[in-house]
């Protein structure tokens, strides 16, 4: 897959694409309907997204509550992996912002990527302020020569595909319910980074990763499935992971904690991507250490049987 970051130096052979269009945070069960569609609409043409770093909600809103199902490089992954050919994966800044619904038409589909053809969800705006809507859309390809197809919005079970629905399920300790509605297990990605190694010290080494700028689920202990991305380990494992803020040694920032089943190695520097199947338990403060380590091995041998029985 190749990814594309500005539309006004576009490489030949990155113009033509069909492209769905939109944020596409968590790449849900609506998201991939989406990126159906567009496969279908040409299929003799790369099959593109086009989606915005960072998230204009971030743009434009950067101190409030992270909100992010993935980060920019999950998301990739992500897109790859369902076979995606082109990213446009555009800087949003002032310029792009502030570009009219007619200007984005015209400057960015049209001459600056050069599509073929765009999909985009019935709930489309575009355009600064959000001015431009899926009417404005297709006249625009009317005029100016690109094709236009309206995805209908997505239910399951009564419930509408959405990032919003997505969060709730993780908040509230529910990850095969949200796994239900993005189609697949939420993971999260990033850098294996250096912790206090106090897992270490109590026989569960853990491959600690940053949380920051996502939406966090529930604290506590899950059943994971990792994939390690790169490195000499790369593979896939099974583990239990810990989410929050460890009170039992009085932290503060939250992270995510995962010990792997089975491995031995140095992960230091390696991407992870973790996939959430089961809360175990929330966060607990126990009296002493005996007392922690007695429920990290019941913890495993519950994730143990949990992932087992997948």
């Known amino acids: 897959m190749r990814i594309v970051r500005d539309y006004l130096f576009v490489d030949p052979q990155d113009r033509g694409a069909c492209a769905a269009i939109g944020n596409f945070d968590g790449i849900h069960r609506g998201h991939q309907a989406v990126i159906e569609l567009t496969r279908q609409a040409a299929p003799n043409a790369p099959l593109g997204v086009l989606t915005f770093e960072p998230h204009p909600r971030e743009y434009f809103a950067p101190d409030a509550p992270a909100f992010r199902l993935m980060n920019a490089e999950a998301k990739a992954t992500r897109l790859e992996k369902i076979g995606v050919d082109r990213l446009y994966q555009l800087n949003f800044n002032t310029a792009l912002a502030s570009l009219t619904p007619h200007e984005f038409a015209q400057n960015v589909i049209c001459e600056g990527l050069g599509l073929k053809h765009v999909v985009v969800g019935a709930d489309f705006c575009f355009g600064k ?134 491995f031995t190695g140095d992960l230091y520097g390696a991407t992870l991507s973790v996939g959430l199947v089961d809360f175990l338990r929330p966060e607990m403060k126990f009296d002493g250490l005996d007392g922690l380590i007695q429920q990290m091995d019941a913890d495993c041998q519950q994730a ?7």
Do not use: C
């Open 304 to 310: 143990r049987d949990i992932l087992t029985a997948l």
């Open 129 to 262: 302020g959000r001015a431009g809507t899926v009417e404005d859309l297709k006249r625009f390809g009317r005029e100016m020569g690109f094709g236009v197809t309206i995805a209908d919005l997505l239910e399951t079970g009564g419930v509408q595909v959405s990032s919003t629905a997505i969060r709730q399920a993780l908040q509230e300790g529910r990850p095969r319910d949200a796994a239900d509605l993005l189609g697949h297990w939420h993971r999260i990605e990033g850098e294996v980074i250096g912790g206090e190694q106090r897992g270490r010290e109590l026989g569960f080494p853990t491959a600690n990763m940053s949380i920051d700028g996502l939406h966090p689920p529930r604290f506590g202990v899950y059943a994971v499935l990792v994939d390690v991305l790169d490195g000499p380990h790369q593979g896939s494992y099974h583990g239990a992971a810990s989410v929050g803020i460890r009170p039992m040694f009085e932290g503060d920032h939250p992270n995510i904690e995962t010990f792997l089943f089975d």
